[in-house]
């Protein structure tokens, strides 16, 4: 199965910085697919098929990448980004989930 | 608008089984795959398997055939999902989730199960 590296497992940023967390791939995938988690909630689709934002994804949020590296990044940190973001592929069976990484408010 | 209703709470004694559940309302429950995905502290998220409820045909992580049996009800738009010979390995957060071309577009609340004695 491909095993999905997401670093760095925790962060922290101030209001107004820029964030960029990664997503590494063992193995080629289309696509990369991004899910908010929040502490005591489910997760949920946030950055779909790399790069395009889910109903009411605030802007300043961006997906790049391919093959295997694939990015999240906020242009501008607020304190309602602060949560664990998780990577996910389906390229191959199974699906798998990176170990995500945990943005924390400075 | 869709939603996916799980129950808050389980707990069971090891060796013992349990039959989660996922009410889905607000889109048509036979033409959508429903899965199940586990979250541990520890693992992370991991994919059990999924059913595609119009037809009952389903498909499972390597790692979870013989621990998870997974079923649905057409007429109460309910899947289902049955955990066998529980052990602390199998407390976790369950969660199920729509699937929409190669990602999971909806999610239950999740079920949190507590194997102890």
């Known amino acids: 199965q491909i095993v999905l590296t997401q670093s760095p497992a925790i962060m922290s940023a101030s209001p107004g910085e820029k964030v960029t967390m990664t997503c590494s791939a063992s193995?080629?995938?289309?696509?990369m697919h991004w899910y908010q988690q929040k502490s005591g909630t489910s997760p949920k689709r946030w950055i779909y098929d790399t790069s395009k934002l889910a109903s009411g994804v605030p802007a300043r949020f961006s997906g790049s990448g391919s093959g295997t590296s694939y990015s999240l990044t906020i242009s501008s940190m607020e304190a309602e980004d602060a949560a664990t973001y998780y990577c996910?592929?389906?390229?191959?069976?199974?699906?798998?989930f990176g170990a995500g990484t945990k943005l924390e408010l400075k | 608008q869709v939603q996916l209703q799980q129950p808050g709470a389980e707990l069971v004694k090891p060796g013992a089984s349990v039959k989660m559940s996922c009410k889905a309302s607000g889109y048509t429950f036979t033409s959508y795959n429903m899965h199940w995905v586990k979250q541990t502290p520890g693992q992370g998220l991991e994919w059990i398997g999924a059913i595609y409820p119009g037809n009952g045909d389903t498909s499972y992580n390597q790692k979870f055939k013989g621990k998870a049996t997974l079923t649905a009800d057409k007429s109460s738009s309910t899947a289902y999902m049955q955990l066998s010979s529980l052990t602390s390995e199998d407390s976790a957060v369950y969660y199920c989730a729509r699937h929409y071309r190669y990602y999971f577009d909806y999610w239950g609340q999740g079920t949190t199960l507590t194997v102890s004695s």
């Open positions: 193995s080629s995938v289309s696509y």
């Open positions: 996910q592929q389906w390229s191959s069976n199974p699906p798998t």
